[in-house]
Each structure stands twice: as structure tokens, then as C-alpha cells.
């Protein structure tokens, strides 16, 4: 049998990252190279991740997925933001919704205008003017917003799926398209002269060489830190959690279209409404509550009887100091982790995803192109890792954990940020940013971060134009999210199509 002459990928690990890995490797590559996927059976993947962020659906395109398709093969609902429940104090809430809040007024941007018309007493709270919070509220949603006498923009949405069908689901993508599977356990490294990853030894003396390897064994980093000690950046110091309980329980009530985040006594609690279930987990520190204490807390919060008992998961935030080391790029839990607060476990492995297609090697990797990998990457993460401490860091909640993030020290970057909106509101979206201005507008004033005074520029306009606008505004935004399909019923009729 001739020796197949095209260049080897091999995807160390399978789950969700490295089905994705696979999926898209498969469709853009597998003419130029050879794809193989090695994972075992034996190894649980981690598979809790079952929200996403709206950028989900560019990767969907990108492998000609057909949503309802999708829908259909996970279970999925739709998801238009996420409600933060008893993070500023116990008794409030607020949603970071997706997508725009108002309409900017030429270079001012509308929260200027809404900081203006709330100093005057003429303007609602800032959540009625988002669209797809209004909608969220309602338990609506619909792709495409139904058109009106004035200009209503769509719903930006992204889904909440089961993650195991959805790996499932990439599979069978990438597997037409080439993607050679191995089941194994990887159970050495070898390099050859240089120091690069020469090839994995698996169990029954089998041997898979590679030019290129893509980690994707998840926390353990295999590939890009037991065998290549890239190192890791460790930010628990700012991220304390380290711990989390996952357990699905009965579906109850409609389908809501969105995301729950409800702070705990050291920690937070997700619901995720599926079609056949609800995913629900905590995420806690282990220095402020016990292991049994937390499932209990757990369990004692379900709104449905659970389906199993809950599986443990422990880990710690931050990242590798290299993303890409050599011949081996790390993507998924291999790279670094973040917790869930904000959905973007499976975006950080489409963005790496997205990134290697982009600096793909040619016949030998170029240090230049190695080096900005690993340079966008550590822009995508960082950011997000602000975001992240942002929710923890400005909170009045009464409690020993609370007391702790509060006091403790940030990054500058993220001091620098804070003090820009204390002062006239003002946030700036830097380098390769996942969050834009309305998201980070959404957090800060929802966590009770309010603005000495607005941009001086929204003064330049009329008092009697800014009413106007902002009354039609509203109003406009309250007559389209009421004439929206309850979630629950747009779902079915969508799969029923």
C-alpha cells in the first residue's frame, strides 16, 4: 500500500475540543494534509460546557452546519444572554444580554445618552432599551425580529446544547471529511532530534507519527506541558475557584432563552435549560466551603429532581505561557481555563481554531507566525480574564469568600478600565478583545459601577431630540419583544419544520 504523502496532523484527545479541532481541520485541510484524532475511551472528557456565546454560529457556518440540524442532533435551545442573580447584593439581578443596548447617536455612544437622560429623571432603567434583554425577560425569541414601522435590529443568539452530542456531532462531520479516528490510551511522547514532537505511543505497541500536533488531552496538557514544560500562568490569585459540581436534572417549566449565574455563599450556580434536561453545576472555592457542603448547596438549589449525582471537577484559572511550543499547539483545557461565568470555554477553542487556519505552517514552522499565535492568544485571554474578575471584584455581598474578592488586588488592566467608566463612562475596546462596549457597560453597571458624570460630548444634543428618541426607543423595543414566539414554542416549531 503506497505511503500516504501529505504532511500528518494529530489531534491528541477527543471531547469537544478536539472534535471541533478535527471538524475544521477536516473541511478546510484534508486535501493538503492528513487528519488523525487519537482518544480513549476509558478517559471521561469533562463535556460540562453547554452554553455558548453568539460567535458559536460563525463556526456553525463555517462547517455548512444547518442550524436546525444542530438543534435537533443536542437537544439545543437558544440563548440570548446570560442573568447574573444576587451578585451586587442578594436581592438584585441584572442580564448581560447579547448584542446593542440602544442606537448610538453618530460618535456618542447611547449609554452616554441614557447616563444624560437618567441625570435628568427621563429615562427608564438602561435594560429597556436592549432588545434582546426585553425579549429574554418575556421568555420570546425569533431569529429574525418581526418588522415594524421603525427600524428593530435582529437578536444577536447564540445555544445552549449537550456537549457530548455535540462532539458526537462533529465527528460524524469530521469523519466524512477523512478524519482517521484511533482509540487508544497515549500512553508515551516521543521527540526526535530537534526536540518536537515526533510521534504518540499507544497502548498494543502502536506508534502514530505527526509533523504537526494538536493537544487537546485537556487540563493534563500532555503534549504542551508534560512532555514540552511550556509553563503556566496562575491566576487563582484572582480567580479563586477551583472547584466544580455538575448534575442535570428534570426539564421544569418553559424554556427560557437564557443563561442563570446565581451566586452562592462562595461561589455560583448555573442553569442551562435544555430540551430534554437542565444543566446545572456550581463552581466554588475549596478554601471557603467543603466538598460535601457545596453538593449539598447543590442539590438543596435544583429546581427539578436530578438525573445523577453530581460529578466533580477540579481545576485552576489561567493559562499556558505559550499556546503554541514547537510543533505542538495547545487548544481547548490544554491552553488554559477560565471558568464558565461567561460561556467562553468552547469560543476560546474556536478562536484557536480559527487562529491556527489562519497562521497554518507551510513546509516548516516560522518562529514569526509561531510567535503571534501565541501573542493573539494571550490577547483573547486576558481580556476575558478582567471580564471575569470584574463580576467577583465589585460586589456588596455580605460573606467570608465575598469579603475576599472584594479586597483583593486586580490587574492593572482591569484597574485602569474601572477607573475609565467611574469617571465619565468611558470604555475602550483594546487589541483582539472578545467583549465590546454594551457587554462591558452591562457588568459594570449591573454590579452597581455608576459613572460620576456621561461623556461631555451628549450634551451637544437637544433635551426635547433625546426624549423623543429615547421614549420611541422603548417603546419600539417593547412592541417587538411582546409580538415574539415564546422560546419554548419557537423551538418546537422549529424542528418540526
Known amino acids: 500500500m503506497a505511503q500516504d504523502p501529505r504532511p500528518t496532523i494529530v489531534i491528541a484527545g477527543g471531547g469537544t475540543a478536539g472534535w471541533m479541532v478535527a471538524a475544521a481541520l477536516g473541511r478546510f485541510l484534508s486535501k493538503t494534509h492528513r487528519v488523525r484524532l487519537v482518544e480513549s475511551d476509558e478517559i471521561a472528557t469533562v463535556g460540562v460546557g453547554e452554553a455558548t456565546i453568539p460567535q458559536i454560529r460563525l463556526f456553525k457556518d463555517a462547517l455548512g452546519l444547518d ?22 447584593d442578594p436581592d438584585h439581578r441584572y442580564m448581560h444580554a447579547f448584542g446593542p443596548v440602544g442606537r448610538d447617536v453618530g460618535l456618542i455612544a447611547f449609554h452616554h445618552v441614557w447616563l444624560r437622560a437618567r441625570k435628568a429623571g ?78 504518540l505511543v499507544l497502548d498494543r505497541d502502536r506508534r502514530i507519527g505527526g509533523d504537526i500536533f494538536v493537544d487537546c488531552t485537556g487540563f493534563r496538557g500532555l503534549l504542551i506541558e508534560q512532555t514540552l514544560q511550556t509553563g503556566f500562568e496562575d491566576w487563582s490569585h484572582w480567580l479563586p475557584c477551583d472547584r466544580a459540581l455538575a448534575v442535570p436534572s428534570s426539564p421544569s417549566g418553559p424554556i427560557l432563552p437564557y443563561t442563570q449565574a446565581t451566586a452562592r455563599a462562595a461561589g455560583w450556580q448555573w442553569r442551562i435549560p435544555l430540551q430534554h434536561r437542565t444543566g446545572n453545576g456550581l463552581v466554588y472555592c475549596s478554601t471557603f466551603i467543603e466538598d460535601e457542603a457545596a453538593a449539598e448547596t447543590l442539590r438543596a438549589n435544583l429546581d427539578a429532581p436530578p438525573l445523577a449525582d453530581p460529578r466533580p471537577l477540579r481545576f485552576k484559572a489561567g493559562r499556558r505561557r505559550q499556546a503554541w511550543n ?161 422560546a419554548s414554542d419557537y423551538i418546537r416549531q422549529r424542528l418540526a419544520a
Open 326 to 486: 514547537r510543533n505542538v499547539i495547545a487548544i481547548g483545557l490544554s491552553s488554559g481555563f477560565l471558568e464558565p461565568l461567561e460561556s467562553t470555554s468552547i469560543h476560546l477553542v474556536q478562536h484557536g481554531i480559527q487562529r491556527l487556519l489562519g497562521l497554518f505552517p507551510g513546509r516548516g514552522i516560522s518562529p514569526v507566525e509561531r510567535d503571534e499565535y501565541n501573542r493573539h492568544m494571550a490577547n483573547v485571554y486576558d481580556p476575558i480574564r478582567d471580564f471575569i474578575i470584574l463580576h467577583y471584584k465589585a460586589t456588596k455581598r455580605a460573606g467570608a469568600f465575598w469579603d475576599h474578592v472584594r479586597a483583593m488586588a486586580i490587574p492593572d488592566s482591569l484597574s485602569h478600565k474601572i477607573d475609565l467608566f467611574r469617571e465619565h463612562g468611558r470604555v475602550f475596546r483594546y487589541n483582539d478583545e472578545l467583549f465590546d462596549i454594551p457587554s462591558w457597560v452591562a457588568v459594570m453597571l449591573g454590579q452597581d459601577i455608576v459613572p460620576q458624570s456621561h461623556d461631555p460630548l451628549a450634551d451637544s444634543l437637544p433635551d426635547g431630540e433625546v426624549l423623543r428618541a429615547m421614549m420611541e426607543l422603548r417603546r419600539g423595543y417593547e412592541e417587538t419583544a411582546l409580538r415574539l414566539p415564546l
Open 67 to 88: 442550524e436546525d440540524a444542530l438543534l435537533r442532533a443536542t437537544h439545543g435551545t437558544f440563548k440570548l444572554g446570560i442573568e447574573f442573580v444576587g451578585w451586587r
Open 122 to 199: 427621563v429615562a427608564k432603567s438602561l435594560d429597556h432599551y436592549a432588545l434582546n434583554e426585553l425579549a429574554a425577560r418575556r421568555g420570546r425569541m425569533r431569529r429574525v425580529a418581526p418588522i415594524t414601522a421603525r427600524t428593530i435590529p435582529d437578536l444577536p443568539y447564540a445555544y445552549h446544547f449537550d456537549a457530548s452530542l455535540f462532539a458526537r456531532l462533529l465527528r460524524n462531520i469530521a469523519e466524512a471529511q477523512g478524519v482517521e479516528r484511533s482509540e487508544g490510551r497515549i500512553l508515551g511522547v516521543e521527540l526526535n532530534e530537534q526536540g518536537d514532537v515526533a510521534a
